[in-house]
């Protein structure tokens, strides 16, 4: 008896994907030549498969923020919020995402998965209930299930059955957290928030929003789906990441409770752990700045995803429910996925391929991504390998 | 122990249609390996149940449950 042994299973799952399907797991990003373009095994390739939805990760900007902040304040804290790990840049970029989201309250967290950790971690402990949308992410589940509150799935964007779930658990008295995503990392569809946002009211229930994907994507101001939704003052809790439209990486909580400060003496995973280094918050906090003053990079962040969907649908493919900057091509059968993934990997295309287990039905997707700085040409030249590989 | 069985019918009977036709069912069927139950079934099936009974079942239960006898003893504890 080995101490590994309860991975056999996945090492047999895993091993049956490569014989079937080669070692497509270690893609390695040689060289970063631009936010859409690097180097992979030797070749020169379009990224149509980052969340790098603003390009901002490249912007000259948020790389001399970056470099300024470590020249002056080091590569790293070396300590937690609650320590040595709280510099003015922390503190500075919770009040600019406050006055960004418009919010009474901020606390920045050393990653996404970390912010929705420590947040659902702490808030929804045992005896409240968590009520999430089937297809969050899995900081989500993992934070409800590390705060030990009941947890309770209702299927994705379906009202029906979210309501039908709220009038049973009402039942018992106690509080119940709905968390949803802006937009869904997979099929990159929006919550149906506004109705959602009924719901909560109806049954008197709270609300946590993670705008992982959509801060910087969705909103007139960029602010997220609350703000397109025009739903923002109903909203209890933003979280959100810094990995994506931000280009750097740590994540946040925000929210006009208040009592929300808290959690900065009640929860391990923001306690427990170094607060992020000074260069992410430094390039972070100008992405932040970006967003507002440069609304021309969402018009054609949509753009580009309007481009993109509109010629994959008229090749006939199966897209998700909506053009958004997420665009996954769907297969029922796993190898064609497979295949068509390769085929674009050869022409210079890198996309992301989720395979079964990780989707919910069976079936394969290519999960494109789109961003501001794709040009019109790098645009076309992914429409063309899928044209390519999918019209034989 | 009639309650029992009678848990375990019911869910028997909702766990027929969405297996292949001849599929034996028995407590001991596990649901990930013998009936290749995925993530979409496993909602319906829980929606069902969660309906025929007027009960919720929390997702933290079901991480000890691999039996259709496993999943009636959870049941029964919510119903
Ligand atoms: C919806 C959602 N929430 C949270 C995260 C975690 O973000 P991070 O990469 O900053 O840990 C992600 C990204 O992977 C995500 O898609």
Known sequence: MNIFDKFDKLVQA??????????????????????????????????????????????????????????????????SRMANGTFSGHVQLEEALSNFLGCSNTIVFTTGYGANLAVLSSLAGPGDIALLDADCHASIYDGCRMGGAEMFRFKHNNMEDLEKRLSRLQKRKTNILIIIEGLYSMLGDRACIREIVELKEKYGAYLLVDEAHSLGVLGENGRGLAEEAGVSDKVDFITGTFSKSLGATGGFCSSNHQQLEILRYASRPYIFTASPSPSNIASARKALEIIATRPELRTRLWQNTNALYDRLSSLKLNLGPEPTPIIPVRFTDPHEALRVWKGLLAKGVYVNMVLPPATPDGSAFLRCSMSASHTPEQVSTIGDAFEALTSE | MGEEREVLGKIIQILKPMVPEDTEITPETDLATDLSIDSLKSMEILA????????????????EVRTVEDLATQIKKLI
């Open chain 2, 48 to 63: 069902q149940i969660e309906d025929t009974f007027d009960i919720s079942i929390p997702i933290n239960v079901l991480a």
């Open chain 1, 14 to 79: 895993g091993q049956k994907l490569e014989q079937e399907f080669g070692a497509f797991f270690q893609v390695v990003m040689d060289e970063i030549l631009s936010s859409t373009e690097a180097v992979i095994n030797g070749k020169k390739v379009i990224l149509a498969g980052t969340n790098n939805y603003l390009g901002l990760s490249m912007d000259p900007e948020c790389i001399e923020a970056a470099c300024q902040a470590t020249r002056q304040n080091g590569t790293g804290t070396t300590g």
